[in-house]
């Protein structure tokens, strides 16, 4: 039935790929997937430190309840990411340090919530990579209804299971099964034309041409009048 059914994962990407992206900065991926992509700038981390990288195993639920998230919990394995839509809302908190020590005890590699946690102090002192929405201490429904390993949306990036999430100080992002060797290759690339550029600024011959160029394309005078 939609809206109530937990569906089995058909693929994820494979531990070397998420080994291969595991520590590239998020905001270069995202550049080499022409910053059209993202979870929103609400979903913040809410631990002290730690990247996160892994498969998606998804979750969606109504607001306020996490029945399906505890069931999520039972099924994931070493190394995956437990994304969840519960709709952005924060009024009741889906996850807590109980729920923590239940995800580090199974190996997840982190949790993403468009929802509210509590136990933020707890969470916050910790490694365990968590994404989300807010703070509340009001705790969660357990009646459902929900989903797993379905497509989700959070903030328009959408997330198919087994799809590779990352995750660092400046945000998360999915990057697509299908397109994650390529992207990969792209962001080697770019970091490399990154260490060109900030190698040229210590040398003192950066190449600032472009600015009066676009400045001349869109009709602006390039000099003060």
Request: glycine residues 12%; hydrophobic residues 40%.
């Amino acid at each position: 039935m939609v809206g109530l059914q937990i569906l089995k994962r058909r693929r994820e990407v494979p531990a070397q790929l998420v080994k291969a992206f595991k520590g590239l900065p998020v905001a270069n991926v995202s550049d080499c997937m022409t910053r059209m992509t993202a979870g929103g700038a609400r979903l913040r981390p809410m631990h002290r430190s730690g990247y996160l990288a892994g498969p998606a195993l998804t979750v969606k639920t109504r607001p306020g309840d996490n029945l399906m998230i505890h069931k999520a919990l039972t099924m994931a394995r070493p190394g995956d990411v437990i994304v969840v839509d519960a709709g952005g809302d924060l009024t009741n908190s889906l996850f807590g340090e109980i729920m923590v020590a239940t995800a580090v005890k199974i190996g997840v590699a982190g949790v993403v919530l468009n929802g509210a946690v509590r136990d933020a102090q707890e969470i916050g002192q910790g490694e365990f990579p968590l994404y989300a929405a807010g703070v509340t201490h009001r705790g969660p429904y357990k009646d459902g209804p929900g989903e797993i390993n379905v497509p989700i949306s959070i903030d328009g990036m959408v997330i198919h299971p087994g799809d590779l999430i990352l995750g660092d100080a400046d945000g998360l992002l999915c990057v697509p099964f299908d397109d994650a060797e390529e992207i990969l290759a792209a962001t080697h690339r770019k970091m490399d034309a990154e260490k060109k550029t900030l190698a040229d600024i210590a040398a003192g011959r950066l190449d600032t041409s472009w600015i009066d160029a676009t400045l001349q394309r869109i009709g602006c005078n390039t000099e003060p009048k």
